[in-house]
């Protein structure tokens, strides 16, 4: 079975522009979750899709949002970039069993 | 609301000693509880957890973790470091499937260095 897979690998922005990240699951996975990974701070939840319908949201601004769409795939979206919207964002599938498969993430930076 | 603490950030051992990776836990309900590796560059990848089926759990790796409510700890260890286990670790809390769904709290990491 193919992992979890992110694209794109890396990505340049600059303040203000917005940005897609998108996440392909494991095959049959229909929960997918977005982590933002920071230096400062840390691993932090962003929000958990499942069957196309938010599950749990993370303590974030409103210019985070995400979608997961009929074939589990999903993507997460972020308007008005700010320099501390650099991290790694990684996304992780799961058969719904509390076990959750990480893909390599997509790393953004904003200048 | 939950939380996990690991305790040092850096821990540093000779190859073939014991790995002692510290995390203590919060919850008001009874937890789930994991450890995940981050490799450099990598994504993170799940190598064990605990959903109070046993005590002591067995991952990946040749790493366990034993569960003690009286603690509030679910420690990592094993039993003779490899090179190969310099990477960062991650101990993660969640409430359970039912209502929690897959959200994760993650503790703030500890790197390995494994030296010759």
Known sequence: KAGVTQTPRYLIKTRGQQVTLSC???????????????????????????????????????????????????????????????????????????????????????? | AQSVTQLGSHVSVSEGALVLLRCNYSSSVP???FWYVQYPNQGLQLLLKYTSAATLVKGINGFEAEFKKSETSFHLTKPSAHMSDAAEYFCAVSDGFTGGGNKLTFGTGTQLKVEL
């Open chain 1, 24 to 111: 392909s699951p494991i095959s049959g996975h229909r929960s997918v979750s977005w982590y933002q990974q920071t230096p400062g701070q840390g691993l932090q939840f962003l929000f958990e899709y499942f069957s196309e319908t938010q599950r749990n949201k993370g303590n974030f601004p409103g210019r985070f949002s995400g979608r997961q769409f009929s074939n589990s795939r999903s993507e997460m979206n972020v308007s008005t970039l700010e320099l501390g919207d650099s991290a790694l964002y990684l996304c992780a599938s799961s058969p719904d069993s509390q076990k959750l498969f990480f893909g390599s993430g997509t790393q953004l930076s904003v200048l």
């Open chain 2, 31 to 33: 937890p789930y509880l």
